[in-house]
T-cell receptor, first 114, second 112 residues
């Protein structure tokens, strides 16, 4: 089945630690995105990538980093510089045939900083 | 002012009734519009794209009003399973990728 997978589902981090969230898609989509969702708020764009080996900062990139070495994969690292990392992180992709620019989401990772 | 705004609700709707709500956007260059459904603690799932002429998918009808810069979603014959938060998304991109701006969502609660 085609889709987007994210792991882990839940992640607990101590202050001062970097953590990496995984996002993989087998939809053959060119574009991938990372969002953050806080309670009662909309999704905010962290980073996005239109194509392999290229990515751009979104609206709230500070304290985060990404890589796009393969079309299928777009991991997000939450660094210790991110002041308020506890949130629900969602990965999305777009660019499939028949679904021109709609974004489809993975199941998300809940990150809690202890 | 936020780029995309939604009434947070909740909209409490008796089962079988009709509910409608809007999403306003501030960027007049917006080109594509979407409605997503998000269940509690789950990812958003695409409900429908919103076309200029309006579109319908079963009990769901989406409309676009470019002059007043809002999109709407109407749910007819509400089911208990329609209880969710409905997010609107807007993009200025006409490409196969694009930066979406999301609203914070409208919560709908369908009651027996």
């Amino acid at each position: 089945d085609g889709g987007i997978t994210q792991s882990p589902k839940y992640l607990f981090r101590k202050e001062g630690q970097n953590v990496t969230l995984s996002c993989e898609q087998n939809l053959n989509h060119d574009a991938m995105y990372w969002y953050r969702q806080d309670p009662g708020q909309g999704l905010r764009l962290i980073y996005y990538s239109q194509i392999v080996n290229d990515f751009q900062k979104g609206d709230i990139a500070e304290g985060y980093s990404v890589s796009r070495e393969k079309k299928e994969s777009f991991p997000l690292t939450v660094t210790s510089a991110q002041k308020n990392p506890t949130a629900f992180y969602l990965c999305a992709s777009s660019g499939g045939t028949g679904h021109y620019n709609e974004q489809f989401f993975g199941p998300g990772t809940r990150l809690t900083v202890l | 002012r936020k780029e995309v705004e939604q009434d947070p609700g909740p909209f409490n709707v008796p089962e079988g009734a009709t509910v409608a709500f809007n999403c306003t956007y501030s960027n007049s260059a917006s080109q594509s519009f979407f409605w997503y459904r998000q269940d509690c603690r789950k990812e958003p799932k695409l409900l429908m794209s919103v076309y200029s002429s309006g579109n319908e998918d079963g009990r769901f009808t989406a409309q676009l009003n470019r002059a007043s810069q809002y999109i709407s979603l109407l749910i007819r014959d509400s089911k208990l399973s329609d209880s969710a938060t409905y997010l609107c998304a807007v993009t200025t991109s006409a490409d196969s990728w694009g930066k979406f701006q999301f609203g914070a969502g409208t919560q709908v609660v369908v009651t027996p």
